[in-house]
């Protein structure tokens, strides 16, 4: 499918979902799985149709926005930044899961601190190399589990996957972390990325089926 058809796909079935009255349930489930998903034992891909080629030595990620030091990183630099091991379950909206993800990288929390967000920074806006784009609110940036992953089971994260660099947010639809990212801003006001206008929840919680807006 070309990259226009899939996208053009996604976005009509969040429009159907929501024509249909299917809204995300009123109580959280408490399961391991979240409500309407499948264990997957591979690791699918999702993407727009590119996988940019990013040599290490040419990747940057740019920290910046409503902070009081905007910071521009080098690999070098990224992996001079203390480095932290996750192991997190991950939730597509497509309804796989995949248990047991061993991510390392950066904590969010690290670039937090290096960057000091300003008192009215609320959400956070993330940047691909890709295009892609997508937007979560700073509080849920803020847990242990959000990581900067530049690998996965203890190899580089592969292109397909998202490398050199991509953003885990286990508690959230996958669709929140971005792979291949360049650049994270702080904002002080919420700003919907790429599928978020397009019809998917903002907020997107897998434990209520908050897969539409
Ligand atoms: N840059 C970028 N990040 C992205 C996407 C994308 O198309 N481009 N797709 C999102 C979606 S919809 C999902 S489910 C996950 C998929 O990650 P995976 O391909 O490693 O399974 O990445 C998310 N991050
Ligand atoms: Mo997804």
Request: aromatic share 12%.
């Amino acid at each position: 499918m070309s990259k226009a058809r899939y996208i053009e796909a996604k976005q009509k079935w969040a429009e159907k979902q929501k024509e249909r009255g299917v809204s995300a349930r009123p109580t959280r489930s408490t399961d391991r799985l979240p409500p309407g998903q499948k264990l997957t034992a591979g690791f699918p891909v999702l993407d727009l149709g590119i996988q940019p080629l990013i040599a290490t030595a040419d990747w940057e990620l740019t920290v910046g926005g409503a902070v009081e030091k905007p910071a521009r990183l080098s690999w070098a630099q990224f992996h001079a930044l203390p480095q932290v091991e996750d192991v997190s379950d991950f939730h597509c909206v497509t309804t796989w899961s995949k248990y047991d993800c061993r991510w390392s990288g950066v904590a969010f929390t690290t670039l937090y601190e290096l960057v000091q967000p300003k008192a009215d920074a609320t959400h956070v806006y993330f940047t691909s190399y890709d295009g892609y784009t997508t937007n979560v609110a700073l509080d849920q940036c803020l847990d242990d589990d959000v990581l900067i992953a530049t690998s996965f089971e203890g190899a580089p994260v592969a292109r397909e996957h998202g490398g050199p660099a991509r953003v885990i947010i286990p508690k959230l639809y996958a669709w929140k972390g971005a792979k291949f990212i360049k650049a994270i801003a702080f904002l002080t006001e919420d700003k919907l990325g790429f599928w978020e206008v397009r019809g998917y929840s903002n907020t997107a919680d897998p434990w209520t089926e908050d897969r539409y807006a």
